[in-house]
Every structure is written in C-alpha cells, then in structure tokens.
C-alpha cells in the first residue's frame, strides 16, 4: 500500500487517478466515521463524495504530505458537522435503541461482528461530542497530536474530553447489557425494565445505572461484559460504501465540482486543514490583533514625531519672552535640523549681551526645549546681533536655556487613536447537561456564555442565531445567560467600545431532545 505522502502526491500530480488511490486506501473508514457521526446511510455517502471532492481540490494546501490521513478526517469531519446543520434537528443522541430478545452469554465468548454491533449500539447513545472524539481516537486510532489538528481543541482538553468520553461509553454499554440480559440473576433489575419488551429509552438507561451502582451481581455481569467487548473496542470493523461511490465522485470530478465544494470548505489553516466548524478560533488570530495594534501605535508615534517637528519648526520664528531685549531674527540661526548637533553654541552666538539693570537676580525664562535649542532669540537691532566674544556671555544663557530646568510649553502630541475592544476567548456552556453526558432537560435549556474583553468597552453582548436572540453580557468576566428550546444553535460575541466595534465566532452548541 502506498504511503500517505505518496498517495498525497499522487492526487496532487494527477487528481483523477490520485483520488482512486486515496478512495482504495480510505473510503471505508471515511464512510464508516460519517455513519457513527449521522446515523443515516444516505447522508454519509453525500458526506465521503463531497468530502473527496475537497481533498482532490485542496491538495496543494496540505503543507506536509505524510499528514494525509488527519487531514482527511478533518474534512470529513467538517462536512458531517455541516450536513448536521442543514437538518431542522438532531436527535440520535437520545434516541431509542431497539435490543434484541436474544440474550448472550458473554461468558462463551462473542463473534466479532456481534460485539461490534453492541458497541455500536451503545456510541449511538452517547452524546453527539463524546461519541465523535470517541470515534475518531478508539474506531479509528487517531493520537491526540492528530485529534487536535483535526478538532482545533488544545491536547489538554482532549484528555479531559476522551476520559469523559469512555466513561460515557462505558455506562452506554453497561445498561445495554444488562437490559439484554432481561433481569436474569437479579430480580431488581427484573423489575426496573418490567416490561420485559420495552425499548431502552434515556430514562430507562438512567434507572439502570443507578441501580448498577448498589448491586454486586449486576457489576459483575458488567465487567465480564466489557472485557469480552474489549477486542472489538480495539479493532473495529469498518463498513465499505456501496460500489458504486468511486464512479459518483470521478464523475462529478470531471464536471469541474471540486473546485465549488473546496472553496465552501474553506478557510484552512496555516497547516492546510479546514478550520472546524465547531471549533474556537486559533490563538493565531490574538496574534495577529496585537500586531496590528503595535503597527497602529508605531503610525501614531511616527505622526506625534513628525508633528513635534513640525511645531519645532514653525516655533523657531516665533518670539520668546526672556531677560534678552527683542529684536528681528538673525539669517545665521540654526534650523532645526541642526539644533540637535550644536545647540549650546548655537545659542550663544544668536544671543547679545543683556545688559543687567539690576542686582536682583533676573527671573529665568520659560522656554520649550525645542526652541531654547534653535537659538532664534528675536533681536532689537542687527547690530545686538554679534556673537558674544566673552566667556561670561556665553555661559549665562546656555544655562538659562538648559532643557532640564525649563517647563515645555509646546502643544503635547497627539494621542494615538482609540482601538476596538479585543476578545480574547469565549466559552460555551450548556447548564443542563449532566455529569455522564446527557441532558437533564428536554423541552428547553440554559446556554451561559462567557468572554473575557480587553480594552475599553461599553457594551458586550452574544447573537445567538438562527432565532437572533441578543445576551448582554456583564461582570467580569463579562458573563450573561438565556434559555433556548432544544436545537443547534450557532454564537457570536460582540464588543463595542469608544474605537468600534469587534465581534467573534464562539462556535456552535447543539442540544438534543428526545423524541
């Protein structure tokens, strides 16, 4: 079989005959995640065949060939999440499995197409999240380097979210069995799923865990259950899609398709994979926010320079008001070029003598240091203009000028414009979910949103769309809660301030109700 960065260039080099290649190499694991994901034949294959047609169309943006498989995941993954969307709702999560009368004894051993089929029964019961991360890392053996491509969640989070995500899976397959096993051994558990035929509904699932917990004969029936089911975890059996898929897609690949379906995948990462469309953006953003906010400061700071000098400019014909007598300015001044380099001396020669009328001491002037440097002190006469030739003369006004004594009076520079808020993360939280991954309740539910903003802000508030209901969110971190009927919503975040206005994706939250 042919590596990925092989297959990669293959499909990049030729897309018709590479994408056969990464069909062969693929197309059944691709399709099988898409089932666990859908729950709907039909729809996974639309999944693979759009899915494919991204990878042919895409395939330059993959920076690193030997990544081929996560990246195809990843796409995958993203068209599942969208065919999600475009349904009024999404309900499998709570949805009633149907068991089988047959009771198995767990004991003898399991065919492996049968204990494939419980475990499959019991991720069907779990929740939408939980099972995807599930699928990905235990059907189809994905690290948590790759899971973070794929799902844009930090390596930490992942753990947090697979530890869960078994424990779900878990208590999924030990209410399975034990409502399989119909009550024998334990005459509670006869009772709790009386009558014997019923279907295993959330409710029922919830009775029979609780009742796990304080009854030896059933954990034990459980263990043993789980340890025969424990290859079957470990190799999945991936389900091929029909025949005919391969020729759909070569199809609608010669029709020039590929290049439609790619760009509604878009945007991809630095990296080359599609950004998840259920996922927080990337710090990458934040990155380049406090560049532009730096490039911003750096203009304004450049403007107040050249308008410093400027104001040095114009303020070298201006009058001073000082001990000296007023006279016209002399053709020889220093320009203000040229004050930084000799500014001492520059005015000493501009400066006659002042003669003092007095003993008291003269008051000293208040000069801007920009103009104490130009030495363009106005004269009386041109005569009063020659350079003083004392040592005296030239000592007294440079220390009357001196920067460090004077008080500038020039206009102060001005201030850089006021930037937009920054939002520097949002978090979304469904606070009826329950400790094992479900839902505490069916007919609504509270969604908490929370942001963190930096920088001056009047308002901050969550869209929630598609019912357009608007959160104002306040507090530190600003904070705001509203109450939604069961669906799958997607939330914004917007921040308003005296520079304007910043808004960001926070990504999506899908609640399930039964029924």
């Known amino acids: 079989m042919s590596s990925d960065a092989q297959l990669a260039a293959d499909l990049a080099r030729n897309p018709s005959q590479g994408l056969s290649g990464v069909y062969n190499a693929y197309s059944a694991k691709l399709y099988t995640y898409a089932l666990t994901m859908l729950r709907d034949p039909a729809t996974a294959q639309d999944v693979v065949h759009d899915s494919l047609l991204v990878a042919a169309g895409s395939i330059g943006q993959l920076r690193d060939p030997a990544k081929l498989r996560p990246w195809l995941y990843a796409i995958t993954r993203n068209e599942c999440l969208r065919a999600i969307r475009g349904r009024n709702r999404f309900s499998d999560t709570d949805e009633v499995i149907e068991v089988p009368d047959d009771s198995v004894d767990f004991d003898a051993g399991l065919r492996r197409d049968e204990a494939s089929r419980i475990v499959a029964q019991g991720m069907a019961a779990m929740n939408p999240a939980d099972r995807d991360i599930l699928a990905l890392a235990l059907q189809h053996d994905l690290d ?7 799902t844009g969640t930090k390596p930490n989070a992942l753990h947090a979210r697979l530890s869960r995500a078994r424990t779900g899976l878990s208590d999924a397959i030990s209410a399975l069995v034990l409502h399989r096993a119909r009550g024998k051994d334990c005459e509670t558990l006869a009772g709790i799923i009386a009558p014997a035929d019923q279907p295993l509904s959330p409710l029922l699932r919830k009775r029979i865990l609780r009742h796990l917990r304080d009854c030896d004969v059933c954990e034990r029936r459980r263990r043993g259950a789980l340890a025969a089911l424990r290859p079957a975890m470990a190799a999945p059996v991936f389900v091929a899609p029909p025949a005919d898929l391969l020729s759909r897609i070569q199809h609608s690949l010669h029709q020039g398709q590929a290049a439609p379906v790619s760009a509604a995948a878009r945007p991809f990462d630095a990296e080359g994979f599609p950004r998840p469309l259920d996922g927080r953006r990337s710090t990458a953003w934040i990155i380049a926010a406090a560049a532009t906010v730096v490039a911003l400061v750096l203009v304004a700071a450049g403007l107040a320079i050249a308008t410093n000098g400027s104001t ?5 014909a ?10 016209p300015v002399p053709s020889s001044s220093a320009s203000a070029s040229e004050a930084p380099t000799a500014a001492s001396d520059s005015a000493a020669e501009v ?17 801007p240091p920009t103009q104490a440097r130009s030495g363009t002190k ?8 020659k350079p ?3 040592p005296s003369s030239k000592a007294s006004p440079s220390k009357k000028t001196s920067p460090t004594t004077s008080a500038p009076t020039q206009p102060a520079a001005p201030q850089p414009p006021a930037q937009p808020p920054v939002i520097a993360g949002v978090t979304l939280e469904d606070l009826d979910t329950s400790a094992d991954g479900g839902y505490t309740r069916c007919d609504a539910f509270t969604l908490r949103v929370t942001t963190t903003v930096t920088g001056e802000v009047t308002s901050v508030k969550a869209i929630i769309k598609p019912v357009g209901s608007v959160v104002s969110l306040s507090g530190s971190p600003h904070t705001g809660t509203v109450t939604l009927p069961p669906g799958d919503y997607v939330i914004a975040v917007e921040a308003t301030g005296p520079g304007g206005t910043a808004s960001r994706d926070a990504g999506s939250v899908l609640h399930i109700c039964p029924g």
């Open 144 to 150: 948590v380097e790759r899971l973070s491509q794929i």
């Open 318 to 327: 201006q009058p001073i008001t000082g001990s000296a007598p007023a006279g």
């Open 312 to 316: 040095t400019a114009a303020g070298d």
């Open 388 to 390: 003083a030739s004392t």
């Open 378 to 385: 106005p004269q009386k006469s041109t005569k009063a203009a």
């Open 351 to 367: 400066t006659p003598k002042a003669p003092v009328t007095s003993d008291e001491p003269q008051p000293e002037p208040s000069l």
